[in-house]
T-cell receptor
Framework: GAVVSQHPSWVICKSGTSVKIECRSLDFQATTMFWYRQFPKQSLMLMATSNEGSKATYEQGVEKDKFLINHASLTLSTLTVTSAHPEDSSFYIC??????????FGPGTRLTVL | DAKTTQPPSMDCAEGRAANLPCNHSTISGNEYVYWYRQIHSQGPQYIIHGLKNNETNEMASLIITEDRKSSTLILPHATLRDTAVYYCIVSSPFGGGSEKLVFGKGTKLTVNP
C-alpha cells in the first residue's frame, strides 16, 4: 500500500516551453500533497503544499506564477513549470499524505531544459 | 533549517547491523522522529517513525533515548541494496494531514561486500 506514482519519469524540453508533471496516489486518497525539488548533490527542498480543492501554499522564494500547482482530486496533483529555463532543470519529487502522520514519495521526475 | 544532526557518511559490512545515529536536541513534545532513505536518483522511501517508544517494523528498528534528544536507526542485517542516503527528520503531524518535512543532508550509508 501507499504507492505514489509520477509521470513522466523524465522530460527534456526547450527553453521557454511549459512542462506538466503528474503525481498520483494509487491506493489511497491524498488529502495533502507536497512538491519538492532536488538539485544535484543537494537535499530535497520543499516547494509547495497543496490540499485537495484549495490553493497551494508556496515556500518562500518559490514563484507561484512559474510553478503552477493543481490538486483537483484526492488522487491527483499536477505541477506545471511555465516558461521553463535551464536553471529550472532539476529532480522534481512529489509526496502524498492521507490524514496520517506519514508522507509517501513518488519516484521523481527528471527535468532537463535545453 | 533541519533540526537534526547526522554524520555525513558511514560504512557497514554486508550482513552486519547498520546503526545510524541522529541528534535532535531541540525536539519538542509533539514532534515525531521520521526516517527516510533515498537511493540514487529515486524518490525518498519511508522507513519508520516514532514519538518516544522504540519502534520496529519489517525494515528497521528505531531506538529513541528517554530524553528524546537522539535516536538510532538500526538495519539488522544490511545488504548491498541498503546503500543510500538516510534522512532523520523531526516533524509534528497536524490537522489531519502531515506537517512539512525539512530534509537535512542525511547520512550516506555504504554497505560493502
Amino acid at each position: 500500500g501507499a504507492v505514489v506514482s509520477q509521470h513522466p519519469s523524465w522530460v527534456i524540453c526547450k527553453s521557454g516551453t511549459s512542462v506538466k508533471i503528474e503525481c498520483r496516489s494509487l491506493d489511497f486518497q491524498a488529502t495533502t500533497m507536497f512538491w519538492y525539488r532536488q538539485f544535484p548533490k543537494q537535499s530535497l527542498m520543499l516547494m509547495a503544499t497543496s490540499n485537495e480543492g484549495s490553493k497551494a501554499t508556496y515556500e518562500q522564494g518559490v514563484e507561484k506564477d512559474k510553478f503552477l500547482i493543481n490538486h483537483a482530486s484526492l488522487t491527483l496533483s499536477t505541477l506545471t513549470v511555465t516558461s521553463a529555463h535551464p536553471e529550472d532543470s532539476s529532480f522534481y519529487i512529489c509526496s502524498a499524505s492521507q490524514n496520517t502522520d506519514t508522507q509517501y514519495f513518488g519516484p521523481g521526475t527528471r527535468l532537463t531544459v535545453l | 533549517d533541519a533540526k537534526t544532526t547526522q554524520p555525513p557518511s558511514m560504512d557497514c559490512a554486508e550482513g552486519r547491523a547498520a546503526n545510524l545515529p541522529c541528534n535532535h536536541s531541540t525536539i519538542s513534545g509533539n514532534e515525531y522522529v521520521y526516517w527516510y532513505r533515498q537511493i540514487h536518483s529515486q524518490g525518498p522511501q519511508y522507513i519508520i517513525h516514532g514519538l518516544k517508544n522504540n519502534e520496529t517494523n519489517e525494515m528497521a528498528s528505531l531506538i529513541i533515548t528517554e530524553d528524546r534528544k537522539s535516536s538510532t536507526l538500526i538495519l539488522p542485517h544490511a545488504t548491498l541494496r541498503d546503500t543510500a542516503v538516510y534522512y532523520c527528520i523531526v516533524s509534528s503531524p497536524f490537522g489531519g494531514g502531515s506537517e512539512k518535512l525539512v530534509f537535512g543532508k542525511g547520512t550516506k550509508l555504504t554497505v560493502n561486500p
